[in-house]
Structures are given as structure tokens and as C-alpha cells.
């Protein structure tokens, strides 16, 4: 009979009384360092230990019990003790067999307390207690140990909590008849291999026959990195398992690795798997084991045949500073934004977290501060964390670029050099071919995006969308920069930012169509627009993509693309209207009015100064909006353009009424409507009325504001202007409820609440509005819950988008 593993607190009761009868026994002595071990995670533990125990004079049942209690307790949650505690129960295998049976009488024919049984058992009367029934092992080689291969446990393993509960679970939904493989990919560096050695360690008593470990990943024969042949692997296994000569072809290998291991409960851990290919000859054909494959690829090949997939991401921002901490210590308390910054520029991977720990530990008067400036600068922190001199993680990201198809490698440098973090199926097709869109191309560039998800290296966001992680885009970025030629660089980017154009002039077309400036549509050939479909996705595209289209406006300007860069800009007017990123907004446009200047185009240069000065007024700049509105106003007079003249003088308006001058902004609005309504144009003559009606409200004239806003919604109604005639609606329900009509004005502000959220005229910035003046009307009835209901709702709106009206809300719920 096969002597059991450590499997509860009865068994290991057993094994002591066991070894207990004779102190002298090398079971004892072991036992002994044992308990040394378990002293230094619980002290209290060693004042259990009879050191003074002769034979003879074995120690008392009540003592060892509570050693025993003691033991098992610290076991379930240090793993230093359990590790030690399970291979003691190993190496004395006889401490764990249990006495011979009398000879069999009706009254000795019972089998209770903390037995356990192994192979075929045949039982006539009274079963009672805690009895562990296993299925028989096949007897190993005499003298040979159970192997415990699995690598050391990592001291400074922090978190995961969710990551174990996941494996938990997939460990639990499989089938009983089937053979379980779980896979762990991730990108190098985010903890694989830690997490699945420290996971298996916790289930090391479902395990009893052992715990075996190979490195796919290793050097090949030839001491060159490279995937390890399953061949050599299987020999070691089998002789590890005790196999008295091993076959030579790996079909042989494979059959008889089966055999051996069949109705063993054995953990298989295959480390840094490259392909499914691979691991397949290893895979335990018995259900009572269980396979754990660590690869930064998917291995999808393995999904297919049944394993469960888990992937790894980062860790926590909070537990990776906690990592950092361990290298930084108080350091890291008293610089908690620049500890967030390194562990941002680290990409929460724990290796780079380590390392940049490491460099604090043996740096002891650096700053975190300085540290987040070194990783800011050069390559960041894929060349600039080191062991021994070695640059670990570009290491490790360049032997997952190398074993890419061509094609892959090839996209992998393109998009390195774009300056976006996410990036549309279309634009990587574009990226991907010479220009010319077919659909041999598109399946090319589908084949080369599936292969970097695939490698983990490219990850899908949304439909059709993806993003690199930090450290890959550091990384692709210098492969693109040393391998791309300067000619093929200058196509790449040029794609890109023809990208943007068509896609924004998409998106503008959709959004807001009167913004077209007539006679500057895009040439012929530019690159195809993302489909979008419908202001929804339109609106949500520009707000995937912004980071993307001020990154195209940037490298247009510094490469002298002017006619690009202020375009672009341009195009992008939704984006600020509706998302109003006041300082993008107020960038792109400084940038896009140098660019207009630059290219000797006036119609750019009144846009760039008309749309950049709203930016600046909405971010509180009213003197430098002021005269950016001055100089439009002085080239649309100049060039007759009457348009651009009420344009400019409407704004000069606006911000005379945010400065309380409401005498001089209702002459500016009057202004801009004669100017509107002698050219016919209809729509700018209602917007004209809404500031009109705006003007007479911050004067408290509610009748007045009442009947402009009324002319200027039916205006624009009649012209199919749904966002700007929401707009209208919501402040006319204010003003309704300011004059006392409650009922009308609560309804308005409802209505209009519900068309900024979804389709034409979604708005947060409107919506949020709504929400604070639905809370007014609730406060100035009494309904004191609905108020602060609708001012949270509000004011966490406008966390995001205005801090200054969070804060604003914030001070007005603190006095409600």
C-alpha cells in the first residue's frame, strides 16, 4: 500500500503518532527542522515542541494534538511551513501507514477516526469519522522520492487575489471525466510563471504523486534561446518518474508518459510555452491530474482541444506601488504621485515594478521623483531597468518579436511609430499594405493583427480596435526607429494622418454638418475612413481616438504638414464641442493657426481664431479669447465676409456676458443678428436669438429670455438642428422653472436630459447641466433628496470633464 501525502489535520495527527514512538528516528530529527521553519512565521509554535523527549517517554496525545493543530493552521496560510510540512510527510512515508489490522472480529471490524484508505477496500460494518478515500498510485522505483520540481515561491508575491479565485474557478468547472489543461498567457514581465508556481504551492495536497516542471522556454541543445523540444522534456519527466529506460522517438516518449502517469494525482507546470505544438506531447491523458501551461502567447491551438484560457494583466495601480514600496520604503509614502508615475511608466508589470524597486533599494538616498525622470527619458523603462547590465525586458519583448511571422513584424514596427494608443482595423490594413486597399490585403493585415493578439502583444479593446501596452509601444517604437527606413517611416505617418482626416471628416460630416467649410474637401486616394455608423459611434470613435488625432496635429506641425495640421484641427470641432478637452482644444488650435499662417490660407486662419477662441473661453482665458475674436473679426471685415464677421462679433458677446457686461454683450448679439439675418443665414440668426435669450436671463428679464429662446428653438427645429435645438430646449425649461412653472420646466429639462445621452445631440457637458438645473428645481420645491440626487449626478459629470464646476457642486452640497 502507497503511503499518503499530508491531506488534513487527522492525517498529519496520525503521522505524528507515528514517528512519535521512537524520538531517536530520523523522522523525528526532520521533523524537528520542521517545526524550526514554522517557528519563524508563528514563534508561539516552538514551545509546543518536546525537545527533551526520550524513547520510550513519547510526548503526551494532548501536546501532540495541538502541535498538529498548530501546524496544520500555520500551513494553510505560510507557505514555507507547507512546503516543509509536505515534503516531511514524503521522505517518511512509513510514518503515515497505518498499524496492522487485528485479526478480523465482529467487534474490530470498524474503520473511523482519521483513516485513510488507498486502492480497493472492502468494509462489512461501521464506517465513522473522517476517512479520505483516494484511488490506488502505481508504486514508484523503491528509494526514488516523490518529485516536488516546482521553482521556489517568490517572497514578495503580492496580490493576485483575483487572478487565484479566477483559477480557482476554471479548476472547478471541469468536466470529472476529462483531462484538465489550464493556460496562463500574458505579456512578458506581468507574472505568469510567479503566479501559477505560488497558485499550485496552495494546492499542493491535491497533489500527492507530485509536482513536476519544465521550461519550454529554455536553450535548445545548440545553447541558443529557443523553444525547448518536448522530446527532452519527456525524458526528464520519465525518468523522474522512475522509468527504467526511456524509448528514443517522441511518439514512444509520449505513449509511455501517458501509462506512467495514468490515475496519478500529479501537477504538471510547463513553463513559457511557445506553441501548442509543443506542449501537446506532454499533456497528461488522465483526468486526476492537472496541466498548467505559462506562455505569452494564447496558445488558442490548446483552447481548441478544451484547455481554459486566463489571461494576466498588470497589477492593481495600489499593489504595484505596495511592490515599489518594498525597494522604496517610506520613500514611496512621501512621493505618492511620483510612485503612481513610475508604476504607470512601468505599465504595472510586477517584473518592471521590481526592478524599479530594486533600484531604490540600492540607491538608498535617491527619490522616487528621480527616478520617475529617468524612466521619463530615452527608452523608458524597456532599456533603462537592468539586472547585471542587461536591459531584461527588452530582452524578453525581443524574443517574443522574433518569433513573429514577417508580416507581423513588419506592422509591429508601423505601429510603434505612430503617435496613438489605439488604433482601428482600417488603419493597420493601410499600415499593412503599400496603399492600395484589396482584399488580399485585408486578409494579410487580419493574418498579421491575429498573430500579435495571439503573442499578446496587441491587444483588442472594442470591435475592430487595439491598443499596445506601454512598455510594447516603448519597444516597438525603437525597432520601428533602428529597422524602418526614413522613406517607409514618412509613409507610415503619412497614412496615419490621412487616416485621421478622412475618419474626422467623417465624423464631422455626421455630427455637425454645417460645420463643412465649403471648397476644402479631401483629395482623391486619401486613405478610407473607419465606417462609422451613426452619431453614437461617430461621437464615441472621436473620443476613442482623441489621444490619436492630437498626436496626427503635433507631427503634422513639427514636420511642416500645414495643410494637415490646421485641417485636422478643424475637423475635429465635434470632438471640443461635444467632449470640450479644454486643453487640447486650446493646443490644437495654436498649433493649427501657426500651421493656416504658415500655408497662406485665410479661411484657415478665421476658423483656427473663431473655434481657438472658443476653446479659451470656455477654459476661463477671456482676455486672449477677446482678441483672438478681434483679429478674426479684422481679416472677415478685411475679406468681406460677412459671416466670419458675425461669427466673431457673437463671440465677442459671449464673453462680455461671462463677464457680467450684459449691456455690451446684448449689443454685440443684436449685431451678429442683423449680420445673419442681411445674408439669409437662418441657423447662425437662432443662435443669435439663444444668446439673446441667455443675456436676458443673467439680467433676471425671464420674459424676455422666455420668448427668444421659444423663436430660436422653433428655428432650429424647422432646420433639423437637434443638438443645438436640445441645447435650447434645456435652457428654456431653466427659465420656466425660474418664472414658476414648474411643471412646464421640469419636463423640458427631463426631455432634453434624455436626447444629450444617447444619439444626435448626445452631450456629457449638457447633460451634466441639465442635471444641476433639475437639482435647482428640486431644491427650490424642498425635495431635498432629489436635489442632492441630481447635483452628485451632476457633479461627477463634471469630475471629468470641468474641475472647476465639480468643485463648484461639491461646496453647494456641502451647505444643502
Known sequence: MRASSWDGLEALLSALAACDADPESPAWRDLAQVVDIAARA????????????????????????????????????????????????????????????????????????????????????????????HPPSPAPRPGLPVPRQLPPVNARFIDREADRQALNALRAERPAHAPQVLVVSGLAGVGKTTLATHWLYEHTDSFPDGQLYADLGGQTTAGENGP??????????????????????????????????????????????????????????????????????????????????????????????????????????????????????????????????????????????????????????????????????????????????????????????????????????????????????????????????????????????YRFHDLVQQHARRLGEELEDPGRRE??????????????????????????????????????????????????????????????????????????????????????????????WIEAHRLGLEAARRSGSRPGEGRMLTSGAIGLRNAGRYPEAADWYRQALEMATADDDVRQQAQAVSGLGHVSLLAQRLDEARDHFEHALRLRESVGYRRGAALSRRRLGETALAGGDLATAAEQLRRAGTELDSLGETYEATRVLALLGHVLDRRGDRVGGVRRLREALARFRVGDARSEHWEARCLEWLGQAAESRGDHAESIRHYEAARDLFRRLSPEDAQRLDDRLRHL
Open 42 to 133: 508563528d514563534p508561539s509554535v516552538a514551545r509546543l515542541w518536546p525537545r527533551h523527549a526520550t524513547a520510550g517517554q513519547p510526548a503526551e496525545a494532548a501536546l501532540r494534538r495541538e502541535l498538529a493543530q498548530k501546524l496544520h493552521a500555520l500551513a494553510s496560510r505560510d507557505m514555507a511551513t507547507r512546503h516543509a510540512l509536505t515534503e516531511w510527510l514524503h521522505r517518511h512515508p512509513g510514518s503515515t501507514r497505518t498499524p496492522p489490522d487485528p485479526a478480523p472480529t465482529a467487534t474490530t471490524n470498524v474503520i473511523s477516526g482519521g483513516s485513510v484508505l488507498h486502492g480497493p477496500s472492502v468494509q462489512a460494518r461501521d464506517v465513522h469519522g473522517g476517512i479520505h478515500f
Open 228 to 465: 525547448t523540444s518536448p522530446a527532452v522534456v519527456l525524458e526528464a519527466f520519465l525518468v523522474a518518474l522512475g522509468a527504467s529506460s526511456v524509448p528514443n522517438g517522441i511518439a514512444q516518449r509520449s505513449a509511455l508518459w501517458r501509462s506512467m502517469t495514468s490515475g496519478l494525482r500529479l501537477a504538471l507546470l510547463l513553463d513559457s510555452a511557445f506553441t501548442a505544438a509543443q506542449v501537446r506531447p506532454l499533456l497528461l491523458g488522465t483526468p486526476t491530474g492537472l496541466t498548467v501551461v505559462t506562455s505569452r502567447s494564447n496558445l488558442t491551438g490548446l483552447h481548441v482541444d478544451g484547455a481554459s484560457l486566463h489571461q494576466l494583466e498588470g497589477l492593481p495601480a495600489e499593489s504595484a506601488v505596495e511592490l515599489l514600496a518594498v525597494g522604496g520604503g517610506t520613500r514611496v509614502a512621501r512621493e505618492p504621485a511620483a510612485a503612481r508615475e513610475v508604476v504607470r511608466m512601468c505599465g504595472r508589470l510586477p517584473l518592471a515594478v521590481a526592478l524599479a524597486s530594486a533600484q531604490l533599494a540600492l540607491r538608498p538616498h535617491r527619490s522616487v521623483s528621480t527616478l520617475a525622470d529617468s524612466l521619463s527619458r530615452g527608452q523608458g523603462a524597456v532599456d533603462t531597468l537592468r539586472v547585471d547590465g542587461e536591459a531584461v525586458l527588452r530582452t524578453a519583448l525581443d524574443m517574443s518579436y522574433e518569433i513573429l511571422p514577417e508580416e507581423s513584424r513588419a506592422l509591429y514596427r508601423r505601429i510603434g511609430l505612430l503617435p496613438a494608443d489605439r488604433h482601428d482595423l482600417s488603419l493597420l490594413t493601410a499600415l499593412a499594405g503599400d496603399g492600395a486597399r484589396s482584399r488580399a490585403t485585408g486578409h494579410a493585415a487580419d493574418n498579421a493583427v491575429d498573430a500579435l493578439v495571439e503573442a499578446n502583444l496587441l491587444e483588442e479593446t472594442g470591435p475592430a480596435t
Open 491 to 584: 509613409r507610415t505617418l503619412r497614412r496615419f494622418v490621412d487616416w485621421c482626416l478622412s475618419t474626422a471628416a467623417s465624423a464631422e460630416s455626421i455630427l455637425t454638418p454645417s460645420h463643412r467649410l465649403p471648397g476644402h474637401d479631401l483629395p482623391a486616394g486619401t486613405v478610407p475612413a473607419t465606417p462609422l455608423d451613426g452619431p453614437e459611434e461617430a461621437l464615441a470613435w472621436l473620443d476613442t481616438h482623441r489621444n490619436g488625432l492630437m498626436g496626427a496635429v503635433r507631427h503634422s506641425a513639427r514636420v511642416g504638414w500645414h495643410t494637415s495640421c490646421w485641417r485636422l484641427t478643424d475637423l475635429m470641432w465635434p470632438l471640443f464641442l461635444r467632449l470640450r478637452p479644454s486643453e487640447m
